[in-house]
């Protein structure tokens, strides 16, 4: 009994010391994290300097399909919003990410993670980037927006050669339609929706139209009216057959016309003026 009782007492020791050097273990993860973080606030007066210039850029004149959200109170963590290409099984969505700058920057590359979850070969699951321009290719000259811009570029073309996700780059080199249909679920579930955009359309053809009237009110320096429609002529029955025929016609627009009970009288007044001419003619001829 007093063997069996020592060897469980040996174990649940054993497993004990275990426990605590795993948690150890963790506990120093998290505070290095930490630890390489809280550097990144600690950038030289120049440093920020020439970021708050470029955010500022960023901001008033965006790359297409990325939204950087700026914090003037800390520029060692820069925040992007990146619209899914056409095309990809990225669009519709809108992935949030990061890039974090080191006490260094810009001798040394940014890190970059996504904080939306998304299914990529070259982004692995705790969010974080790879591509080329962050790691051996990097060069201080290289700005934020070019950055960004190969960041978004890497969800159009990715490299399943140097992937994180080996899931996701195996797929996408064996079976590129089971890889998108993965891609899409991932954004449907996880990435944000577009915000509509404001169509103009409608809003500038009214602005069209209420600029030519401005103009034609301006020529003519009289409100503009509806157009309206001529009456057809009519022809007036005389006694002879040399008679011409007198068009009647709705006043034109424009134009001084006399209210529709006079142009009746005028008409009348042409026609006894017609009967006396006639008349004299008839008499004429007898002489």
Same mark, same amino acid.
């Given at each position: 009994?007093?063997?069996?009782?020592?060897?469980?007492? /040996?174990?649940?020791?054993?497993?004990?010391? !275990?426990? #605590?050097?795993?948690?150890?273990?963790?506990? =120093? *993860?998290?505070? @290095?994290?930490?630890?390489?973080?809280?550097?990144?606030?600690?950038?030289?007066?120049?440093v920020i300097r020439q970021l708050a210039k470029e955010l500022k850029n960023l901001?008033?004149?965006?790359?297409?399909?990325?939204?950087?959200?700026?914090?003037?109170?800390?520029?060692?963590?820069?925040?992007?919003?990146?619209?899914?290409?056409?095309?990809?099984?990225?669009?519709?969505?809108?992935?949030?990410?990061?890039?974090?700058?080191?006490?260094?920057?810009?001798?040394?590359?940014?890190?970059?993670?996504?904080?939306?979850?998304?299914?990529?070969?070259?982004?692995?699951?705790?969010?974080?980037?790879?591509?080329n321009t962050l790691k051996k290719d990097w060069n201080p000259s290289l700005g /934020?927006?070019?950055?960004?811009?190969?960041? !978004?570029? #890497?969800?159009?073309?990715?490299?399943?050669? =140097? *992937?994180?996700? @080996?899931?996701?780059?195996?797929?996408?080199?064996?079976?590129?339609?089971?890889?998108?249909?993965?891609?899409?679920?991932?954004?449907?579930?996880?990435?944000?929706?577009?915000?509509?955009?404001?169509?103009?359309?409608?809003?500038?053809?009214?602005?069209?139209?209420?600029?030519?009237?401005?103009?034609?009110?301006?020529?003519?320096?009289?409100?503009?009216?509806?157009?309206?429609?001529?009456?057809?002529?009519?022809?007036?029955p005389s006694q002879d057959q040399n008679a011409s025929v007198i068009p009647v016609?709705?006043?034109?627009?424009?134009?001084?016309?006399?209210?529709?009970?006079?142009?009746?009288?005028?008409?009348?007044?042409?026609?006894?003026?017609?009967?006396?001419?006639?008349?004299?003619?008839?008499?004429?001829? !007898?002489?």
């Open positions: 009994m007093k063997k069996r009782r020592s060897l469980v007492n /040996l174990i649940a020791t054993d497993w004990i010391d !275990r426990a #605590l050097v795993n948690i150890c273990k963790r506990s =120093s *993860a998290a505070f @290095e994290s930490s630890r390489s973080e809280a550097t990144n606030e600690n950038l030289p007066p120049n901001d008033e004149t965006p790359p297409e399909g990325i939204k950087v959200v700026v914090n003037d109170e800390d520029f060692s963590t820069i925040y992007a919003d990146i619209e899914g290409p056409a095309g990809t099984p990225y669009e519709n969505g809108v992935f949030r990410m990061k890039l974090l700058l080191s006490h260094d920057f810009p001798h040394s590359p940014p890190k970059g993670y996504f904080l939306t979850k998304i299914f990529h070969p070259n982004i692995s699951a705790n969010g974080e980037i790879c591509v /934020l927006r070019h950055v960004l811009i190969v960041v !978004r570029c #890497l969800l159009i073309e990715p490299f399943p050669e =140097s *992937a994180l996700n @080996e899931q996701a780059g195996k797929m996408l080199l064996e079976n590129y339609d089971e890889y998108a249909r993965h891609a899409r679920l991932y954004t449907g579930i996880h990435a944000l929706k577009p915000k509509p955009k404001v169509k103009t359309v409608a809003i500038f053809e009214s602005t069209t139209a209420l600029n030519v009237d401005h103009r034609n009110k301006e020529s003519t320096g009289k409100e503009p009216q509806p157009p309206t429609p001529l009456s057809t002529s009519s022809k007036i016609t709705e006043p034109v627009i424009g134009a001084s016309a006399l209210p529709k009970k006079e142009g009746v009288l005028a008409v009348k007044a042409t026609q006894v003026d017609k009967k006396k001419i006639d008349a004299r003619k008839k008499s004429l001829k !007898r002489l």
